[in-house]
T-cell receptor
Framework: DQQVKQNSPSLSVQEGRISILNCDYT??????FLWYKKYPAEGPTFLIS?????DKNEDGRFTVFLNKSAKHLSLHIVPSQPGDSAVYFC??????????FGAGTRLTVKP | DAGVIQSPRHEVTEMGQEVTLRCKPI?????LFWYRQTMMRGLELLIY??????IDDSGMPEDRFSAKMPNASFSTLKIQPSEPRDSAVYFC???WGTGGLGANVLTFGAGSRLTVL
């Protein structure tokens, strides 16, 4: 049962442009959402998060948007850099620390 | 702190053999998670512990899989007998507390890549 879905397995953008990664969820009890970044041969690392009481959280080049009515969140990276090339996982939890992840989106930023 | 430590990093075994993966969480973290990463399903939650007690093991695929956490600094994930379809990267992660923005952030180990021939 995929409660968190990332429908785009890959995304390619030009350096300097915006990258938009999307995520949908089905469980309305989720109240905390995170994005993780994963490089090859490493574990995922935390990138940015947002709680359900907000609709936007910004950290430098990274912004996460949450649309609760649509059960949708997105990660914007502006401007994109070649070092941002990685697999990005969307995750969500329902206050019991049961963290569910999507399948991931592989982002490639071309110089 | 050295972070979450997993061993072995790579394991190649033959079908039917027992496999044991190990994890040392970050000191002070009271939640420990085991995930499996596959191409088809991404990161699947297998089981998680709170204060060494298993809370939810509904993600464990079959009885061939078992996990233990005998103390706050050590956990194992065992597969017996192993099958080729168990081939994947297995991640251990830990976190502290519940509630609040910082509490839900998982710190992952580097993973154990399992290949069952």
């Amino acid at each position: 049962d995929q409660q968190v879905k990332q429908n785009s397995p890959s995304l390619s953008v030009q350096e300097g442009r915006i990258s938009i990664l999307n995520c949908d969820y089905t469980n309305s009890m989720f109240d905390y959402f995170l994005w993780y970044k994963k490089y090859p041969a490493e574990g995922p690392t935390f990138l940015i998060s947002i709680s359900s009481i907000k609709d936007k959280n910004e950290d430098g080049r990274f912004t996460v948007f949450l649309n609760k009515s649509a059960k949708h969140l997105s990660l914007h990276i502006v401007p994109s850099q070649p070092g941002d090339s990685a697999v990005y996982f969307c995750a969500a939890s329902a206050n019991n620390n049961d963290m569910r992840f999507g399948a991931g989106t592989r982002l490639t930023v071309k110089p | 702190d050295a972070g979450v430590i997993q061993s072995p990093r790579h394991e190649v075994t033959e079908m039917g053999q027992e496999v044991t993966l190990r994890c040392k969480p970050i000191s002070g973290h009271d939640y420990l998670f085991w995930y499996r990463q596959t191409m088809m399903r991404g990161l699947e939650l297998l089981i998680y512990f709170n204060n060494n007690v298993p809370i939810d093991d509904s993600g464990m695929p079959e009885d061939r899989f078992s996990a233990k956490m005998p103390n706050a600094s050590f956990s194992t994930l065992k597969i017996q007998p192993s099958e080729p379809r168990d081939s994947a990267v297995y991640f251990c992660a830990s976190s502290w507390g519940t509630g609040g923005l910082g509490a839900n952030v998982l710190t992952f180990g580097a993973g154990s890549r399992l290949t069952v021939l």
